[in-house]
């Protein structure tokens, strides 16, 4: 059984510093998506990550995958308020869009 | 061009009722997928529909059941709610090949 696992659970960070979300997962996967979810909201995508090696980037965040060692990060650059959230993992599991998500970091921002 | 839509956005209803939600998926979208989201925790995979038929189906008892009709929309059905059935569904639409899953709002289902 596909297990998805994120650390740290929680993190609170002050504006300005930069820090790393990992995500790892149990078994063979090239598929691994990087969401948003804000208090009492939906799920927004943020990355698609499709092959080993994959990197992306989008403001201050980006996402790769290692499929070898079978992780992800989510690194944040200089954090800012509204990246308040919470994020999630997920590994489409036997590249079918059946998605396994990991237990999701809870993000807060200070000033 | 309209995203995923779901409805109803929230319901409650208590023990041992029956119900149903509703998900159109986005625009030329022609996959269905459908996740429980419990308060605190990452969403977990129900079933998945594609061309009217059941794909896949995760670890959820028989008691949920679903549909997808010709113009791709999609039910959940849920009988004999459970207290433990309180959570946050959502629907998620895609093309299939590795292009990321469309989330709907979501439904929030308490059961007293």
């Known amino acids: 059984e596909l297990k998805v696992e994120q650390n740290p659970l929680f993190l609170s960070m002050q504006e300005g510093k930069n820090y790393t979300i990992y995500c790892n997962y149990s078994?063979?996967?090239?598929?691994l998506y990087w969401y948003r979810q804000d208090p009492g909201k939906s799920l927004e995508s943020l990355f698609v990550?499709?092959?080993?090696?994959a990197v992306k980037q989008e403001g201050r965040l980006m996402a790769s995958l290692d499929t070898k060692a079978r992780l992800s990060t989510l690194h944040i650059t200089a954090a800012v308020h509204d990246l308040s959230a919470t994020y999630f993992c997920?590994?489409?599991?036997?590249?079918?869009?059946?998605?396994?998500f990991g237990t999701g970091t809870r993000l807060q921002v200070f000033p | 061009d309209a995203g995923v839509t779901q409805s109803p956005t929230h319901l409650i209803k208590t023990r041992g009722q029956q119900v149903t939600l509703r998900c159109s998926p986005k625009?030329?979208?022609?996959?269905v997928s459908w996740y429980q989201q419990a308060l605190g925790q990452g969403p977990q995979f129900i079933f998945q529909?594609?061309?009217?038929?059941?794909?896949q189906r995760g670890n959820f008892p028989d008691r949920f059941s679903g549909h997808q009709f010709p113009n791709y929309s999609s039910e959940l059905n849920v009988n004999a709610l459970l207290l433990g059935d309180s959570a946050l569904y959502l629907c998620a639409s895609s093309l299939t090949g590795g292009q990321p899953q469309h989330f709907g709002d979501g439904t929030r289902l308490s059961i007293l």
């Open positions: 997920a590994v489409d599991l036997g590249n079918t869009d059946k998605l396994i």
């Open positions: 990550l499709l092959s080993n090696g």
């Open positions: 529909y594609y061309e009217e038929e059941e794909r």
């Open positions: 625009s030329g979208h022609d996959t």
């Open positions: 078994t063979t996967s090239d598929r």
